[in-house]
């Protein structure tokens, strides 16, 4: 009975100090916000940044029309890369008017490149 009044002031201003805290404080906490971006947990298999692939569900690995517009897709590419390379060596080449033995070396394993690149091409046309 001594302390009932000590204990009791000291709760009374404890409610008193959260209760004004209570009153005065926001809803809304102000402040940075966080962001920890954490990378995949599983990195073997079928895994790929978008999700997980299975190569069941590959068209290409199964369809042979596919398959096909594919590879004649590759191989207009390599013919296509070929014909630039060729034409950026002879520009660069003949700029200053005069072809060294090297220069005509280097333009003759181009157009050679070139040359092996249509004729997979054209291989490939004529066989499917």
Do not use: W
């Not at 090297?102 to 490149?113: F, I, P, V, Y």
């Amino acid at each position: 009975m001594r302390y009932l009044k000590r204990v009791s002031a000291i709760i009374t201003l404890m409610v008193v100090i959260v209760a004004a805290g209570a009153i005065s404080s926001q809803a809304q906490v102000r402040g940075g916000r966080r962001v920890v971006i954490v990378g995949p947990a599983f990195h073997g298999g079928f895994y790929r940044h978008y999700g997980f692939y299975d190569p069941f569900y590959e068209p290409y690995y199964y369809d042979p029309y596919l398959q096909a517009q594919r590879e004649k897709y590759y191989l207009q590419k390599d013919v296509k890369d070929k014909r630039k390379d060729l034409a950026k060596h002879q520009e660069k080449y003949r700029e200053d008017g005069y072809l060294s033995p090297k220069e005509q070396e280097k333009l003759a394993k181009d157009r050679e490149k070139y040359e092996k690149a249509q004729a997979k091409l054209n291989k490939y046309i004529r066989d499917y």
